[in-house]
Every structure is written in structure tokens, then in C-alpha cells.
């Protein structure tokens, strides 16, 4: 039994109590990280002496504020690499970043560290965030502590494995098409994507900006409303985050979804479920309704559109995003080359992996002249239709559920070779980020020993609604307790 | 001979103008917008440096000064409006793209009504819409053979207005004219420092040739590179006589982008239509969309400040001056201020235009001097011209004086009561000076009895010496008739 197998509540209370304290707290997660993380790979790495400060930090403002520290004050957390943290590298998973230490922390990282958690390290994700199974980083794999010849899934496969392992009581992530609810799917853990804007972007490095939101990940659902009050909110710094109030995730959790309106769409069912996964999802559809929801059917039409769309808008924004990666910054350069245009392909091509490459070529082609009203134009048109599927569902239906994922974790380069099979993977969940909707994955059962997950989306700043279904689902299941084993390695 | 036949050619010029504009901050972030001078990439901050992660904000002072142009340049300003990215790799551009305006811009369709060979002509505007300046590079000797280049991000995010000109200008001079105009116009309205040398104010042309009286235009190139009114003239006038060669020996032109060599005064080939760079627009994600709205166009409208054409109208009607003279008192904002305060204190326009144009203006370009900066302030001048106006000083002295307060910074007037260099009217001291002189030169005085005027003119002359010119030559002339009455006078 380790601390971080409790949820944050409860810890805290702890560390207010005096019963231990946060430099002990953190010291258990850094020897936990030392022992189990060998096998799983969820750390890039770990800022051991950075920890044990905040740590220290923490036990005196929790001595000295006498019980009135903010309750994450003393938690162990950890960052995907994607978000930058002042003095500390920051490579999001690619070679062309190596050894880049950004001098300004995000905006999320600002807002937790004001409230005194402890940082513990960076964690793996596919290159830029561009993958589904972590297999894409240019620095290791991390495996599903379930399985550990399977996928945690991406591109947040680290902050997933951190919470599943109980390496820390809560990571942040980013989700772009799915890339915090895939992976918490995977690997059994509570995983929110925000709405667009409720959460700052400032110093995440940047996939497809317009589809872009950093979310909590963690082992309860009110564990993840916590870190999600805590983040999110206007930030002066982003002019695409939402001036809205940041109220209610914790206050609305625990009302119950008696007469809740949940709304299954019809098509969500129709893109080759695997039969474990729509077992799981029939039974948590029974167990709400056994709580009081009311279940309705819905058609999201253009969800068979959704994909292709999200694969030239995604990829254009990356085309220019990645383009300051160009080895006069960052990148080791070409020093050998005779032109300009020489050095810039071999920085570009040396510094990036394969489907970085890949996704760079696509939207650099969708956005030529005489290509731009065939692809980028058509894609956000059908973007707007996806939304408009969503307005019209949710005049009907307080919330939406559907399986994660169509499939539970599979096996590690079992989708590497066959890229539009990897893409599919992101099915279920992308249509939300084209619409800008909020959305959360919560653990609803296994199949083949394998975590399943419920994804629950709610309207345009809808999070309360989402976390209040995954809560009533999280008490009825009672599954957050349940360690994989490969947490349980550890002596 | 029809004139057809004389020229076949016409030129047909379109300006393309970079006006930096004079915010505190930079377009997308905190950072200076004033550059000059700093030690290189020490006016950065993760936004304008590129970084990963870092995000635009946009300047609100930026969108205030472009709208305020656009007025100036009776532009519509259509209600919304949006970024988007221009994407190109250089090393000068931190993040391989520029955040600028593509197909909606801030504003569009306006003109500017200027004077070429004393003709008005008016210059269309296509748009004028915002973006960001790039960082210099700093060569190691030619950038062909340099071992390096240094980059400095110290200018990069800076606001850049771009004024797109229709192709209404119909030769180098006129668009020299227009060119001129409009940097005046910015000037005037306070949203850019015209400074060409350093960059500030920019400016590209696009020119080409057909047949005199043809609706159809010519092949087009691009003239980059020009960084003064001299060179754009230059530039345009070589190129239209490069242009007309070809055409006239039967070749045809090619379209492409041409620099400006200062050095050999002369355009040189620099891209063609087949290596046009692909730009990739697309709308800037990171920034949301903006509505224009009606209260603010008029809010801005509003704010602007009086346009030199009225203002030259104005001087004309309102003080009765000259064309020319109120061509100059209105050339730059600072030259109408400094004239309209001198009137202000009491100084009739005619005489505070004859001394600012002549004997400061003098002074100041000798000094190489704006007048505003002068030791001579609107003030000392108009206690001056007080003085000059009452006769209680001569012109003459008050040039001398002016001549020595413009060198030490004294009050001019302090200076003339000080040294005692008021006009004498005293009819005793006169008097004295008087009665001397007709003891000295006894045989002007009996000329002048005896009828010769010009007699009169020496012994005056002859007072003005003794009173170092302060004494008040009408009293002098009176004093010489009374004490030298002529016969039946």
C-alpha cells in the first residue's frame, strides 16, 4: 500500500493532520518512480531536486497557513512534455527539442505551483502529441501497466501510466483528438478534456492549435474536478481562452443523474466496436439508468466525416506550428549544408520522427494554393457541421455517452505499420474536439482484463454536467481502487 | 504629331508602403516597439522570440492606429476582421510564419488626393491591413560569401501597417509624389516617424508598361529594396526606361522581383514568377477573430487630427497667406504648431510666417535643425515680433538679436532691454543727435534747403550710425524738416 493510492482529499487531510508530511510524501513518489517506472517508461524525466524544494515549500505554508493551504499543497504531479517548465527541458517527445529549457513555465504549471504542489518530472507522449499509443516519441515506449506488451495509449500515454501506476496523484495532459481520454481509457484511469478555452494553451507546445486543450488526469473523478478548478479559467496570455466563470466541477458532483437526460449516438455504435467494449458500455448504459438517467438515442450524421476533416485541419496547423523548429533555433542545425533550403530539410528531416514528417507533409499539401478550398476549406466546413450535430443533440439530451475507444489497449506495434488504422483509433473521440466541447473518460469496466472506458461529453463549458455522470458511474462501479499489475510491483 | 505617337509607352505604378507604427508595445506582446538601439535579442520575450508554447496577444493600440490610417485614407472599415498566418521559412521569422491579413482585412478601397507638377491626382488604396515586422540579420561582410549571419529578434513583432496602393500612378514622379504624401499623412496623424533610412517607413513598387491609351496592363516586376524618396524615383525611372528598351527592340518582359542596387543604380533580377513563394494562408488559430464595431470606427474618426491639405486651405483662408507660404507652414505637423502658437501670442500671421519661413528657417537649416527643436521658442519669437510690430526695435536689430539668441538660447526680448537695443523715440536724445549732425555736416543740410532730397537721406544716415541704427527714422526725418525749413516749404 503506498500514499499515492489515495485520493487527494484524503491526502491532504493528511498532510494538514501532520500524519506525514509532503518531503516524506514526495520521497515515497520518487523512490515508487525509481522502482516501478523502469518497466513502464511513463517519465522522460524526473526533477527529483525540484520536488523535495516544493516539497519542503509545501510542509512549511501547510504548518504555517494552519489548515488553510489550498488542498493540493503537498500533491506529487507530474507534466506532460508538452507543457513547458521553467528551467526544466522540455522536449515533447522529439529529437528536434532535445535540450531545450524553456525560461517561462505555462500557465497551468504557474497556477499549481502557486497552489504548492510537487512536481515530480516530465512525462512521455508521442512526438508533438501526434499518436495514440506513445510509440511515436522519439525517446521510449511507455507500456500499459496492465499489460505491458500494450499500448497506454497517446498521446498522453505517460500522464495516463503516472495516475494508473500511482506514480503521482495527478498528471496534466493535452488532448487534441482524444489524447487524454484514450489513454485513461486504456489504462483505467479518469481522463477530462475541457472545453475549448476553459483551460490556458499558453506554453503548451502547440499540435493543431484550434483543436488544443490541456486536462487533468487522475485516479477519481473528483480528484480530476480538482485539478481541473484549479487550472482552468481566463488567462491574459491566451485571447482563445474563455472568459467564464470556474464554478461548480466540485459543487454539482455528487447530485446523481436521476432524470438526466444521456443521449447515445446512433453512429458511435456503428464503427466496428469490439465486442468486450460494447458489453462494457451496455452494462454502465444499465447502471445509469438503474440511477435515474434517462437514456435516449441520437444521430451525430456527420460523425463518418469527422475523421477526415480532423486529418487536414490537424495536420495544416502542425505544418505551421512546427515551422520554428527549423535548426536555426532549435534542432542540431546542418552546419555542412550549402544553401539555406539544404539546411532547413535536413534539420527538419534529421529532428523528426516519421509521422511528424508525415503529418507536416499532409497539411503543407492542404494548404497550397489550388488545394486549400479542396481540403482545408471543405474540413472546416465539415467541422461546422459536426458542431451543429452536437447543438442539435444537446437541445435534446443534458449529456452524451459512448464507448472511449472502440477497442480496449492493443498490443504494442500492432497499428505502427498501417497509419489509417492508428488514425481510427481516435474515432469515438475527435468529433469533440472539432466541436469544442467537453468531455471525460472515466474507468466502466474491463474487457479481457483489459480498462474500459465511458466517455461522457457535455455541451460548450459543460464540464460539470460530464464530471457529475462519471462521478455516478465512478460510485456505482467502484472500480478507481483497483491497481494494475505492474503498480503492484513495487516492493 | 499626335502625343501617342510621340511616347507609345505609358507607365502604370502601384506603391506598396511598410509603415511601422508607433505603439509602446510591440503587435503580440509587451516588448518595446521602439528597437533602435539596443543591444541585439535583448528586446525579446518568449512570444516575439518564437518559443514553443508562447501565444499572441493582440495590441489594441496597433488596431486603434491602423483604423486611424485607414480614416485618414477615407478607407471602409468592414465590421469584421481576422488574422492569419503568412508561412515562409527565413531566418529572420522566429516562428516560419508571419501573423498578418489575408483576405479580410482591417480595411479597404480608400485614396489619398495628392499635388504632381502642380496637378491633383488622386492614388487609390486597395487595403491597408496589420501585421508583424521581422528580426534583422547581420551579415559577416556580403551576405553572398559570409562566413555567418547573426539574428536579432529585437525588431521582430513590431507593428507594420501595409498600405496597398492601386496602380494608378502614371510615372516615377508622381509616384515619388504620392510616396511623399503619404508619409506625410502618417506623419501627420501621429502613427508613424516617416524615418526611411532607418527603416521605419518602407516602401516596394510594382510598374509596368502598355501602350499609351491601352485599357489592358502590361507584365508586371517588382521593384524591392528603395529606402528613400530619391532612390524610389530612381529606381521607377530606370526601370521605365529598362522596360521601354525591351519592349521597343521587340522582347517581351517577364514577370519577377527586382532590387534596387544603390550602388550601381540600377534594378537587378532577384526572383521570377516560377520561384513566387507559396505562402500557405490560413487563418491565425491562436487569435480570435475581431469585430469591428460602428462606436469605434466614429470613436477613432473622431480623434483625427486636421489633414495637411485642409490645414494648407486653412492657413490660406484664415491667416491670408500666400500658397507657397502655406504650402510650408503645413509641411509638417510641427511647422503649423510652432506658426499657429507664435499668432497665438499677438504676432499678425503675415509677419510670424515671413520670420519662421525666413530668418529662423534660415537659421535652423543652417544649423541643420527642425524649428522645433530650436533654441528659439514659439514664445521668444513672439516677444520679438511684439517688439518689431510696436517699433520698439528695428528689423534690423531684431535679425541681429535673433541671429545670437538662436546661437546661446536668451531671451531675445530680455536681450533687447537688457542691452538697451530698443528703438529710440525720445525727441530730446534724438534731438541731441540731430542738432550734432547738422553741426558736422553743414553743407548736406544747406543742400537739402536748397532743394536736393538726397542731402536729407545722408543726414539721417548719418543719426541712424551715431544711434546704431535704434533710432526711430521717422522722428529723425521730422526733426531734420523742422530744423531745416526750405524756402515756401
Known amino acids: 500500500m503506498t500514499l499515492l493510492e489515495e485520493p487527494i482529499r484524503e491526502l491532504s487531510r493528511r498532510l494538514r493532520a501532520g500524519e506525514v508530511s509532503a518531503v516524506e510524501l514526495t520521497q515515497e513518489a520518487l523512490a515508487r518512480a525509481d522502482q516501478v517506472d523502469a518497466a513502464l517508461g511513463a517519465f522522460l524525466r524526473l526533477t527529483p531536486a525540484l520536488a523535495l524544494e516544493a516539497a519542503a515549500a509545501a510542509d512549511r505554508r501547510l504548518r504555517d497557513d494552519s489548515g488553510e493551504a489550498p488542498i493540493l499543497c503537498g500533491i506529487p504531479v507530474a507534466y506532460k512534455d508538452v507543457l513547458c517548465?521553467?528551467?526544466?527541458?522540455?522536449?515533447?517527445?522529439?529529437?528536434?527539442?532535445?535540450?531545450?529549457?524553456p525560461p517561462y513555465s505555462a500557465t497551468v504549471v504557474d497556477r499549481l505551483t502557486a497552489l504548492g504542489v510537487v512536481p515530480l518530472g516530465k512525462l512521455n507522449c508521442d512526438e508533438f502529441a501526434m499518436g495514440s499509443s506513445n510509440e511515436n516519441s522519439a525517446y521510449q515506449v511507455t507500456r500499459n501497466p496492465w499489460d505491458p506488451e500494450r499500448v497506454a495509449g497517446g498521446s498522453s500515454g505517460g500522464s495516463a501510466v503516472a495516475v494508473a501506476a500511482r506514480l503521482a496523484c495527478a498528471t496534466l495532459g493535452s488532448d487534441t483528438g482524444g489524447s487524454i481520454r484514450l489513454p485513461a481509457s486504456f489504462t483505467g484511469v479518469v481522463g477530462v478534456k475541457p472545453t475549448y478555452g476553459r483551460v490556458s494553451r499558453y506554453g503548451l507546445i502547440a499540435f493543431a492549435s484550434s483543436l488544443d486543450q490541456i486536462g487533468p488526469l487522475a485516479k477519481t473523478v473528483e480528484d480530476a474536478a480538482l485539478v481541473l478548478t484549479a487550472i482552468a479559467g481566463q488567462d491574459p496570455r491566451d485571447s482563445t481562452s474563455v472568459m467564464a466563470p470556474v464554478e461548480g466541477f466540485l459543487g454539482e458532483?455528487?447530485?446523481?443523474?436521476?432524470?438526466?437526460?444521456?443521449?447515445?449516438?446512433?453512429?458511435?455504435?456503428?464503427?466496428?466496436?469490439?465486442?468486450?467494449?460494447?458489453?462494457?458500455?451496455?452494462?454502465?448504459?444499465?447502471?445509469?439508468?438503474?440511477?435515474?438517467?434517462?437514456?435516449?438515442?441520437?444521430?451525430?450524421?456527420?460523425?463518418?466525416y469527422a475523421l477526415s476533416a480532423y486529418y487536414?485541419?490537424?495536420?495544416?496547423?502542425?505544418?505551421?506550428?512546427?515551422?520554428?523548429?527549423?535548426?536555426?533555433?532549435?534542432?542540431?542545425?546542418?552546419?555542412?549544408?550549402?544553401?539555406?533550403?539544404?539546411?532547413?530539410?535536413?534539420?527538419?528531416?534529421?529532428?523528426?520522427?516519421?509521422?511528424?514528417?508525415?503529418r507536416v507533409t499532409l497539411g503543407t499539401y492542404a494548404l497550397s494554393s489550388g488545394y486549400y478550398d479542396a481540403y482545408y476549406l471543405n474540413a472546416q466546413k465539415v467541422r461546422t457541421l459536426v458542431a451543429q450535430d452536437f447543438d442539435r443533440a444537446f437541445a435534446e439530451v443534458d449529456a452524451i455517452i459512448s464507448p472511449t475507444a472502440p477497442t480496449a489497449a492493443f498490443r504494442l506495434g500492432e497499428r505502427t505499420a498501417d497509419p489509417m488504422a492508428m488514425y481510427a483509433t481516435d474515432i469515438l473521440t475527435l468529433p469533440a474536439n472539432l466541436a469544442g466541447i467537453s468531455g471525460v473518460s472515466v474507468p466502466a469496466g474491463f474487457a479481457q482484463g483489459l480498462p474500459v472506458g465511458l466517455q461522457v461529453l457535455g455541451p460548450y463549458l459543460g464540464e460539470a454536467t460530464c464530471l457529475r455522470v462519471a462521478q455516478s458511474l465512478e460510485s456505482e462501479v467502484e472500480l478507481w481502487n483497483k491497481l494494475p499489475p505492474l503498480a503492484l510491483a513495487a516492493p | 504629331m499626335s502625343p501617342e505617337a510621340q511616347s507609345p509607352w505609358e507607365a502604370v505604378i502601384g506603391l506598396e508602403v511598410h509603415a511601422q507604427l508607433l505603439t509602446k508595445s510591440k503587435?503580440?506582446?509587451?516588448?518595446?516597439?521602439d528597437y533602435l538601439g539596443l543591444p541585439p535579442n535583448t528586446n525579446t520575450c518568449p512570444v516575439c522570440l518564437g518559443l514553443p508554447g508562447a501565444l499572441p496577444v493582440i495590441n489594441a493600440e496597433g488596431i486603434r492606429l491602423t483604423l486611424r490610417t485607414a480614416l485618414a485614407l477615407n478607407c471602409e472599415i468592414p465590421e469584421f476582421t481576422k488574422f492569419d498566418r503568412k508561412n515562409y521559412f527565413y531566418p529572420d521569422l522566429p516562428k516560419g510564419y508571419q501573423i498578418s491579413q489575408y483576405d479580410l482585412p482591417l480595411s479597404l478601397n480608400g485614396g489619398l488626393e495628392f499635388e504632381a507638377d502642380g496637378k491633383a491626382v488622386r492614388g487609390g488604396i486597395t487595403r491597408v491591413h496589420l501585421e508583424e515586422d521581422t528580426g534583422t540579420l547581420h551579415h559577416a561582410g556580403e551576405i553572398q560569401n559570409s562566413a555567418f549571419s547573426l539574428v536579432d529578434l529585437n525588431r521582430a513583432g513590431?507593428?507594420?501597417?501595409?498600405?496597398?496602393?492601386?496602380?494608378?500612378?502614371?510615372?516615377?514622379?508622381e509616384a515619388r509624389a504620392y510616396l511623399v504624401a503619404l508619409r506625410q499623412l502618417l506623419i501627420y496623424i501621429g502613427v508613424n516617424d516617416g524615418n526611411m533610412e532607418e527603416g521605419s517607413l518602407r516602401c516596394d513598387a510594382n510598374i509596368s508598361l502598355r501602350p499609351a491609351g491601352a485599357d489592358a496592363l502590361g507584365v508586371k516586376v517588382e521593384i524591392k529594396n528603395m529606402n528613400s524618396f530619391r532612390s524610389v524615383l530612381r529606381a521607377l525611372e530606370y526601370e521605365t526606361v529598362r522596360q521601354r528598351e525591351v519592349l521597343d527592340s521587340g522582347g517581351t518582359l517577364s514577370q519577377e522581383t527586382r532590387g534596387w542596387s544603390e550602388l550601381e543604380q540600377r534594378t537587378v533580377s532577384q526572383r521570377s514568377k516560377e520561384e513566387a513563394q507559396e505562402y500557405r494562408y490560413f487563418p491565425e488559430p491562436d487569435l480570435p477573430p475581431l469585430l469591428i464595431s460602428r462606436a469605434q470606427v466614429e470613436a477613432v474618426r473622431a480623434g483625427l487630427p486636421e489633414l495637411p491639405a485642409a490645414r494648407r486651405g486653412r492657413f490660406q483662408s484664415q491667416y491670408g497667406l500666400a500658397d507657397e507660404q502655406a504650402l510650408l507652414l503645413t509641411a509638417r505637423p510641427a511647422d503649423s504648431q510652432y506658426f499657429e502658437e507664435v499668432v497665438s501670442r499677438g504676432v499678425t500671421p503675415q509677419l510670424a510666417a515671413n520670420w519662421q519661413l525666413g530668418d529662423l528657417q534660415g537659421l535652423c537649416n543652417a544649423a541643420n535643425q527642425e524649428v522645433e527643436k530650436c533654441r528659439?521658442?514659439?514664445?521668444?519669437?513672439?516677444?520679438?515680433?511684439?517688439?518689431?510690430?510696436?517699433?520698439?526695435?528695428?528689423?534690423k536689430v531684431a535679425?541681429?538679436?535673433l541671429a545670437r539668441a538662436f546661437e546661446t538660447g536668451a531671451s531675445p526680448a530680455e536681450m533687447i532691454r537688457d542691452q538697451g537695443l530698443g528703438q529710440v523715440s525720445d525727441v530730446d536724445e534724438i534731438g541731441a543727435l540731430v542738432d550734432r549732425v547738422l553741426v558736422d555736416k553743414a553743407k548736406a543740410a544747406s543742400d537739402f534747403q536748397a532743394g536736393n532730397d538726397r542731402a536729407l537721406d545722408s543726414l539721417v544716415g548719418a543719426v541712424m550710425a551715431m544711434s546704431k541704427g535704434r533710432a526711430k527714422a521717422e522722428i529723425v526725418n521730422r526733426l531734420f524738416r523742422e530744423r531745416l525749413p526750405r524756402p515756401g516749404g
Not at chain 2, 27 to 33: L, V
Open chain 1, 312 to 358: 487536414v485541419i490537424a495536420p495544416a496547423e502542425v505544418s505551421s506550428n512546427l515551422a520554428r523548429m527549423d535548426g536555426v533555433r532549435f534542432g542540431p542545425g546542418f552546419p555542412e549544408a550549402e544553401t539555406l533550403r539544404d539546411a532547413y530539410e535536413h534539420s527538419r528531416h534529421d529532428g523528426f520522427g516519421a509521422e511528424v514528417r508525415r
Open chain 1, 253 to 304: 458532483l455528487r447530485k446523481g443523474v436521476k432524470g438526466l437526460r444521456l443521449g447515445i449516438p446512433r453512429e458511435y455504435l456503428e464503427v466496428g466496436l469490439d465486442p468486450g467494449v460494447r458489453a462494457v458500455f451496455e452494462r454502465s448504459v444499465k447502471t445509469l439508468e438503474g440511477t435515474g438517467a434517462v437514456i435516449k438515442e441520437v444521430s451525430l450524421p456527420t460523425t463518418e
Open chain 2, 158 to 173: 513590431v507593428p507594420l501597417m501595409e498600405i496597398v496602393g492601386e496602380p494608378d500612378l502614371r510615372s516615377p514622379a
Open chain 2, 27 to 33: 503587435m503580440f506582446c509587451g516588448c518595446r516597439a
Open chain 2, 399 to 401: 535679425k541681429e538679436v
Open chain 1, 85 to 101: 517548465t521553467k528551467g526544466v527541458e522540455t522536449t515533447a517527445g522529439s529529437q528536434i527539442l532535445r535540450g531545450f529549457v
Open chain 2, 376 to 395: 528659439i521658442s514659439p514664445k521668444a519669437l513672439a516677444e520679438l515680433l511684439q517688439m518689431v510690430q510696436s517699433q520698439e526695435v528695428t528689423g
